[in-house]
């Protein structure tokens, strides 16, 4: 079994800067993808962006528009993400999630392909 937890959300104003970070505990040797999700009020869990254990990168553009950026490392069972120049938009609850296989691009995007979740960190973005 492997747990999630991820941590650094907070309020930030608008044009800041805040590093999210999750850790994997357990049987971190089962993780090949770990990635991170949000859910805005009102809205569908989205992709954000994820990392593989060969260091591959996949990000969704729509929602990281140059400004998020993913890091990590898979043996450690860590990853983060740095997010830049926030918007209100951003206000989300972020999600970190693991997964034990290789997805491909396309399967990042869904959440049926991940294994595991934490429990989320709520960043809000004042105006």
């Known amino acids: 079994q492997v747990h999630v937890a991820e941590s650094g959300g907070r309020l930030v104003q608008t044009g800041g800067s805040l590093r999210l970070s999750c850790a994997a505990s357990?049987?971190?040797?089962?993780?090949?993808?770990m990635g991170w999700f949000r859910q805005g009020p009102g809205k569908e869990r989205g992709f954000v962006a994820s990392i593989n254990r060969g260091r591959r990168v996949v990000t969704n553009a729509n929602i990281a528009q140059g400004r998020f950026t993913t890091s990590g490392d898979m043996v450690k069972g860590t990853v983060y993400l740095e997010m830049n120049n926030l918007k209100p938009e951003d206000t989300a609850v972020y999600y970190c999630a693991a997964s034990q296989r290789p997805l491909l691009d396309e399967e990042s995007y869904y959440s049926s392909f991940w294994d595991y979740w934490g429990q989320g960190t709520q960043v809000t973005v004042s105006s």
């Open positions: 357990g049987r971190t040797d089962d993780i090949y993808t």
